[in-house]
T-cell receptor, first 115, second 113 residues
Framework: DTGVSQDPRHKITKRGQNVTFRCDPI?????LYWYRQTLGQGPEFLTY????????KSRLLSDRFSAERPKGSFSTLEIQRTEQGDSAMYLC?????????????FGAGTRLSVL | DQQVKQNSPSLSVQEGRISILNCDYT??????FLWYKKYPAEGPTFLIS?????DKNEDGRFTVFLNKSAKHLSLHIVPSQPGDSAVYFC????????????FGQGTRLTINP
């Protein structure tokens, strides 16, 4: 059983650079979510996909952020022209679909540090 | 606008005793609630959930209670063990639609031997 996998685990970048993170969900899960967590806070929703369709985006997701899930399997989250305020843990979660027991399973996250 | 609140940033409990973690929510549209546990350098791990049609759900040492009229839920861990030391997050969602999770700020639980 391979859980949700995220790569890289850590990313250090300079302000103004672009970064891309990858998430591989649990294989049979059709829903994929991205969250962001800052120190002392709980995760905050960014966006979600059902299969390859991006169905909802948070207002937290500025124009510099873009997410894709091209074949309904893995997903990428790109941040362009990074700012120091983008420093956070970026978490990916997947779930099997809609229903009462729609539990989201999380990866270990990618910690981004913008210098 | 903090829709889910965990008002205790930290809690210290002696091993073997009961740990009670609390969570309040403001949005009456939430109808599904979950608790996650998080160790350092790991993602949140699902513990237990409850839908709004129930007021209690048990799984081993973990029990979640839901009081819809008070918009309050709690997680009971008994007996508490040293391995339970972690940050606990309460999360809420709606069963229909995106089912995105809205998290509280977390409570750091420390179990003392």
């Amino acid at each position: 059983d391979t859980g949700v996998s995220q790569d890289p685990r850590h990313k250090i970048t300079k302000r103004g650079q672009n970064v891309t993170f990858r998430c591989d969900p649990i294989s049979e899960h059709n829903r994929l979510y991205w969250y962001r967590q800052t120190l002392g806070q709980g995760p905050e929703f960014l966006t979600y996909f059902q299969n390859e369709a991006q169905l909802e985006k948070s207002r937290l997701l500025s124009d510099r952020f873009s997410a894709e899930r091209p074949k309904g399997s893995f997903s990428t989250l790109e941040i362009q022209r990074t700012e120091q305020g983008d420093s956070a843990m970026y978490l990916c979660a997947s779930s099997a679909g809609q229903g009462v027991e729609n539990i989201q399973y999380f990866g270990a996250g990618t910690r981004l540090s913008v210098l | 606008d903090q829709q889910v609140k965990q008002n205790s940033p930290s809690l210290s409990v002696q091993e073997g005793r009961i740990s009670i973690l609390n969570c309040d929510y403001t949005n009456s549209m939430f109808d599904y609630f979950l608790w996650y546990k998080k160790y350092p350098a790991e993602g949140p791990t699902f513990l237990i959930s409850i839908s709004s049609i129930k007021d209690k759900n048990e799984d081993g040492r973990f029990t979640v209670f839901l009081n819809k009229s008070a918009k309050h839920l709690s997680l009971h861990i008994v007996p508490s063990q040293p391995g339970d030391s972690a940050v606990y997050f309460c999360a809420a969602s709606k069963i229909q639609g995106a089912q995105k999770l809205v998290f509280g700020q977390g409570t750091r639980l420390t179990i003392n031997p």
